[in-house]
C-alpha cells in the first residue's frame, strides 16, 4: 500500500488560507486521492476528493466554494488549498488513496473504500 504523509497544518486567524500537502511514497497515478477531517468528539468527514488524471473533484457542502483539491502526480502530492477558515474546520486532515486503475467509480464518502492513509495534520483556527 501506498505511505502518504501529510504537512501544512498550523494555528491561523479566523479568514486565514492555509494549503494542505499530501506526499505519497510511490507513484499514484491510478489513484483516486481525498481529503478527510476528524475533530474530538466528532466522526470522520469526507471533504474533497480528485480523481487519478485531476479532471474530476467533488466536495462536501461545508467547503464546497472553500477548499480546493488538487494534485501533482509528476510529485506523487496532493494538495488541498483552504480558504477563509473559520472555527468550525479545527481538526486532523488526513488524505487517503483508492486505487481504480480503470477509473472506476466508487462510494468517495465511504472511507472503507479507501486502502491507505496518513496520519494527518492539525489545524486550528482561532477566534
Known amino acids: 500500500q501506498v505511505q502518504l504523509v501529510e504537512s501544512g497544518g498550523e494555528l491561523v486567524q479566523v479568514g486565514a488560507s492555509l494549503r494542505l500537502s499530501c506526499a505519497a511514497s510511490?507513484?499514484?497515478?491510478?489513484?483516486?486521492l481525498a481529503w478527510w477531517r476528524q475533530a474530538p468528539g466528532k466522526e470522520r468527514e469526507w471533504l474533497a476528493v480528485i480523481n487519478w488524471r485531476g479532471s474530476i473533484r467533488d466536495y462536501t457542502d461545508s467547503v464546497k466554494g472553500r477548499f480546493t483539491i488538487s494534485r501533482d502526480n509528476t510529485k506523487n502530492t496532493a494538495f488541498l488549498q483552504m480558504d477563509s477558515l473559520r472555527p468550525e474546520d479545527t481538526s486532523v486532515y488526513s488524505c487517503a488513496a483508492h486505487r481504480t486503475p480503470f477509473g472506476e467509480s466508487f462510494d468517495v464518502a465511504d472511507a472503507q473504500e479507501y486502502e491507505s492513509w496518513g496520519r494527518g495534520t492539525q489545524v486550528i483556527v482561532s477566534s
Open positions: 510511490e507513484r499514484i497515478s491510478e489513484h483516486a
